[in-house]
RNA sequence: GUCUCCGUAGCUCAGCUGGUAGAGCAGCUGACUCUUAAUCAGCGGGUCACAGGUUCGAAUCCUGUCGGGGACACCA
């Protein structure tokens, strides 16, 4: 065996430990059987809560070996399991099974490790020193760990040779999640924060659907795709980078409220904002319109957060934000006016680029209006944006899905939430007039031409949708990811995804 | 993509301006029947990311590659 000779001195003990255990008649990976009456928490907080009901009574209980403490004829064991972790109490004289004390003697002083899983049955109690513990009567090995955990050690809430290492944590999730009970705090949190958004969702009687993530179209955003090939079709695919028209066909389709939490995909650069693949919550709703939409994302968001937190702040870093309804409802000129001192609304493209020049804000050459506009004010307003705010009113040549605005000319009926610094969603009022969305399709169209790798595809089908008569519509894009990375305080989106892209492993 | 920092034992890390690799934990052997970062005594464990180069001699200096972090660019 050729892999055998990588292995280190710890791996090759282990796995003798594993032939030695089969030759005692021991299973090293027996079928799951084992009965869990509880879980470590449970008996914790219960025999705290409880002590008469709790005391003396027999769990069993199933878990990975985290510590060991050995002293001879008897031993302490921090066994941990989904919930928690609890202290188990193991003496020879116990275990003995027909006057022989191999089970205690071999297999546990000798054969078991660090990482194995193990089951335990026994009489909870309390040690002398106050730990509420197990005494085992069973031991039985559940899966033998061939590879080291590595340890961390714990005293008074100090962690001991803790893995940060984020190559490390990201690759080998698994271990990061045994070992790291922050990771766990903020998976645990993304699947409440994402059950809290479906029930409020659901509760309002809209529609979770499954939309195609291989498209033939891709649309609903400025992104480049990623491409891949159909081979029985013979014909190209894209990963989509956005559900967002499929979703207004089931609004054309009749259905009132549709949302979907879609994986979608982009295929640009990494960093700690951007990972290829991104879960993105979709909502549209029939009849309303984009202020109707704040209202919803604001209570919605409130919820959620009250949910997770017991409170409507969140500490984010140094920040302290609070969700508390209302928000601030700022339009983008207004905001920009505000910091520049200008009124941008009534400038041409030179005062504009002039502006921009002046508060030192770079430039692209071909940028256009919309375009300038918008780095202005993601350089100058939005790091100023800690607090939830709605900025609303967005040019026009940004949003090619956006309803044109009822009074103001060259906008449309667009907010985000801007929080943090950093955009938390998007919103319009859906544009629904067939004609005006095929002439911005066709303006991208010319993007592309223009070589914007970014600019849209021209979706013929969702025209014809339209077409048919789409009713006044509002929908609003949420980034899960980045809700997470913010309600659970995670620095980085790699924090917030299990498992985040890595450039291959080198062997 | 550019710049920059980093890669040493299973884990956390030390190793200065070049002299042939070290600690704690984990592991192994032994002692110990209420410990908890258990303790005590002893012992093993390394392709210093990889490939070249300079040198009598490279973990250390140089170049490149791979992987990761950070910043910028691009981007929602």
New binding site residues.
């Given amino acids: 065996m050729h892999e055998q000779e990588a292995l280190?001195?710890?791996e090759r003990?282990r796995r003798e430990?594993r032939q030695q255990l089969e030759a005692m008649g021991v299973d090293p990976y027996p079928p799951g059987d084992f009965e869990v009456t509880h879980w470590s928490a449970d008996i914790v907080s219960g025999f705290e809560a409880n002590e008469q009901a709790f005391a003396g009574m027999t769990v069993a209980v199933a878990g990975r070996i985290m510590?060991?403490?050995?002293?001879?004829?008897?031993s302490?064991c921090?066994l941990q399991d989904a919930k928690g972790r609890i202290?188990i109490?193991l003496?020879?004289?116990d275990l003995m099974q027909d006057g022989n004390a191999s089970l205690y003697e071999v297999v546990w002083k000798?054969l078991l490790?660090?990482g194995d899983i193990i089951g335990v049955s026994g009489e909870v109690?309390r040690?002398?020193?106050?730990?509420i513990?197990i005494?085992a009567r069973t031991l039985k090995l559940l899966s033998k760990a061939l590879?080291?955990?590595?340890?961390?050690?714990?005293?008074e809430g100090q962690l001991?040779?803790?893995?940060?290492?984020?190559?490390?944590r990201?690759r080998q999730r698994y271990v990061d999640l045994i070992i790291n009970p922050e990771s766990r705090r903020v998976f645990l949190q993304r699947s409440q924060i994402v059950q809290s958004m479906r029930s409020f969702l659901l509760q309002r009687g809209y529609l979770e659907v499954e939309t195609p993530i291989l498209q033939p179209i891709y649309g609903g955003?400025?992104?480049r795709p990623f491409v891949t090939h159909h081979h029985a079709l013979d014909m190209k695919l894209y990963l989509r980078i956005a559900n967002e028209l499929y979703l207004k066909r089931l609004i054309v389709g009749g259905l009132n409220g549709v949302f979907e939490f879609a994986k979608d995909f982009?295929n640009?650069?990494m960093?700690?904002?951007?990972n290829p693949e991104f879960t993105m919550l979709e909502l549209y709703v029939a009849f309303k319109d984009y202020v109707w939409m704040m209202d919803l994302v604001e209570e919605m968001l409130e919820q959620v957060v009250m949910e997770l937190h017991g409170s409507t702040q969140v500490t984010v870093g140094s920040q302290r934000i609070d969700f508390r309804r209302p928000w601030p409802r700022l339009p983008l000129l207004d905001a920009l006016a505000q910091r520049t001192g200008r009124q941008i609304a009534d400038m041409d493209d030179a005062a504009l680029r002039a502006t921009a020049r002046e508060f030192g804000v770079?430039l692209?050459e071909t940028a256009g209006r919309g375009k300038i506009i918008?780095e202005l004010?993601?350089t100058l307003c939005?790091p100023h944006l800690i607090q939830p705010t709605f900025i609303t009113d967005y040019p026009v040549e940004m949003s090619p899905l956006a309803r044109r605005h009822r009074s103001r000319p060259g906008l449309v009926e667009r907010f985000?939430v801007i929080c943090n610094g950093k955009?938390l969603c998007?919103a319009f009022t859906e544009l629904n007039d067939p004609l005006d969305q095929r002439r911005r399709f066709e303006e991208q169209l010319e993007l592309g031409r223009r070589g914007d790798p970014?600019a849209m595809q021209l979706d013929e089908d969702f025209l014809r949708a339209l077409e048919y008569g789409m009713p006044p519509t509002a929908g609003v894009g949420i980034?899960i990811d980045r809700l997470v990375m913010l309600l659970a305080n995670a620095?980085?989106i790699?924090d917030v995804i299990f498992f985040p892209h890595?450039?291959?492993?080198?062997h």
Wanted: avoid cysteine.
């Fill in positions: 280190s001195e710890q003990l430990a510590a060991r403490r050995i002293m001879g004829g008897a302490f921090t202290q109490y003496k020879r004289d000798k490790d660090l109690f040690t002398r020193t106050g730990e513990s005494h590879r080291p955990l590595p340890v961390v050690k714990e005293k001991y040779d803790e893995v940060t290492d984020p190559e490390f990201y955003a400025l992104a982009r640009e650069g960093d700690r904002y951007h770079s692209d918008d004010f993601s939005e985000e955009e998007n970014e980034g620095p980085a790699q890595l450039r291959p492993e080198k």
